[in-house]
């Protein structure tokens, strides 16, 4: 339920910016969305060796990858249950892509360049989630308190 909430939040998000077609470039209309974009591919590494270092307390592991559909707008979606090994992203996709004969659930590698943001849930507490971050800046004051009511996890700075 927690990525379905992140994942409604973070299109929602993406839907007020122009939306890039490469992976690399971010959007232009946009510079608050593009340097939290640019925080979380800066700080990749830490993921990283979060990932690969077991935490007893940690409920959640995502990345949200630009996924490019044949003669579509890409789509940015949330991947769960995310493992990097032997230099490889992989996880679950949080939503169907019907062209890319991709469903909910189904197991993805994700490759660098492709992805967003990231974000881990350990303690209670949200780190990364740079997107998310701005998008619970831009909600209105009564839109952001129920927002974070549904939340399991708190965001701090």
């Known amino acids: 339920?927690?990525?379905?909430?992140?994942?409604?939040?973070?299109?929602?998000?993406?839907?007020?910016?122009?939306?890039?077609?490469?992976?690399?470039?971010?959007?232009?209309?946009?510079?608050?969305?593009?340097a939290a974009i640019r925080q979380a591919r800066a700080s990749l590494d830490t993921f990283m060796d979060r990932v690969q270092t077991p935490h007893a307390n940690r409920t959640f592991v995502a990345l949200k990858v630009r996924f490019y559909p044949?003669?579509?707008?890409?789509?940015?979606?949330w991947v769960d249950e995310v493992a990097y090994t032997g230099g490889v992203y992989r996880g679950r996709i949080g939503d169907d892509i019907p062209t890319l004969k991709l469903e909910a659930g189904e197991k993805v590698r994700v490759n660098e360049k492709d992805i967003?943001?990231?974000?881990?849930?350990?303690?209670?507490k949200l780190i990364g989630g740079y997107t998310i971050r701005l998008a619970v800046q831009r909600m209105a004051p009564e839109e952001r308190e129920r927002f974070l009511e549904t939340l399991d996890y708190s965001i701090e700075d």
């Not at 044949?70 to 979606?77: F, G, T």
């Not at 967003?116 to 209670?124: A, H, P, Q, R, S």
């Open 70 to 77: 044949p003669n579509e707008v890409p789509q940015d979606l």
């Open 1 to 34: 339920m927690v990525h379905r909430i992140i994942l409604a939040l973070c299109l929602c998000l993406l839907s007020c910016a122009s939306v890039p077609t490469t992976a690399p470039a971010t959007s232009t209309t946009d510079a608050d969305l593009d």
């Open 116 to 124: 967003l943001d990231w974000m881990i849930v350990e303690n209670g």
